[in-house]
């Protein structure tokens, strides 16, 4: 019988606003070439309509998929009070555990949040259910151009994610693309603020930006 093998990755780690997701896809081993042949590679390399197209391929091939989120309040709960575990990497692995437990594969690939690539997999092996505390545990740095089962992950995690930034962007307007790096998305953090008494629920109220805007909120506030 063909091993059960697992890709694992993230999406949305970085920015200010939404979820972070993690996927996971479950393949028998000898399906993996069949990703290679559909062109399957890290989902940052590839449009959105090419990873669209692609994760409804790879839903069909795969045994199994699996996608959890984290939205803003339980990372800023991670980050700001987390004790010793303030670190977004601590969440990544239990997540990423969960979504293990739920494949139940024999060999699962991930991509290493961590700088220490077998720290983090000692972390994600912590989370795991008692029949997997025996199974292989490959995690890598940039595994999503390594190996085709996280670049799968990568897709499937990546399209949940766009979809869900979509979603809160009906709801709330054009925030950009939530990163910090976009213009959008500060001018919508700035606007909010200067309009509203706090921010909205899908804002990551620990990212360090948002102590950068209420500094300037107060600032603009004295010399009014």
């Keep these: 019988m063909p091993r059960r093998v697992a890709g694992v990755d993230d999406a949305g780690r970085g920015p200010i606003i939404g979820p972070l997701v993690i996927g996971g896809v479950l393949l028998t081993g000898d399906r993996v ?67 293990i437990n739920d494949l139940l594969p024999e060999e699962v690939y991930v991509d290493a949040s961590d700088v220490n690539e077998k720290r ?63 213009p959008r998305t500060l001018a919508f953090l700035r606007d909010w603020r200067g309009s509203h008494s706090e921010y909205p629920p899908i804002v990551r109220l620990s990212w360090k930006t948002i102590k950068q805007i209420e500094q300037e909120v107060g600032q603009s506030r004295l010399s009014a």
């Design 33 to 99: 070439d069949s990703l290679r042949e559909m062109g399957v590679k890290d989902s940052k390399l590839l449009t959105p309509a090419t990873r669209t197209s692609l994760a409804v391929r790879i839903r069909e091939l795969a045994s199994k998929v699996s996608l959890v989120e984290a939205q803003p309040s339980e990372i800023d709960d991670v980050v700001l009070h987390g004790g010793r575990l303030k670190k977004l990497n601590f969440l990544e692995a239990k997540l990423m555990a969960q979504v």
């Design 120 to 182: 983090y997999g000692q972390t994600i092996l912590e989370f795991l259910l008692p029949e997997l505390k025996k199974i292989r545990i490959v995690s890598r740095h940039h595994a999503d151009r390594i190996y085709p089962a996280v670049s799968a992950a990568s897709i499937i995690a990546k399209v949940r994610r766009d979809e869900a930034v979509e979603a809160l962007r009906k709801e709330y307007g054009d925030f950009g693309s939530g990163y910090i790096t976009d």
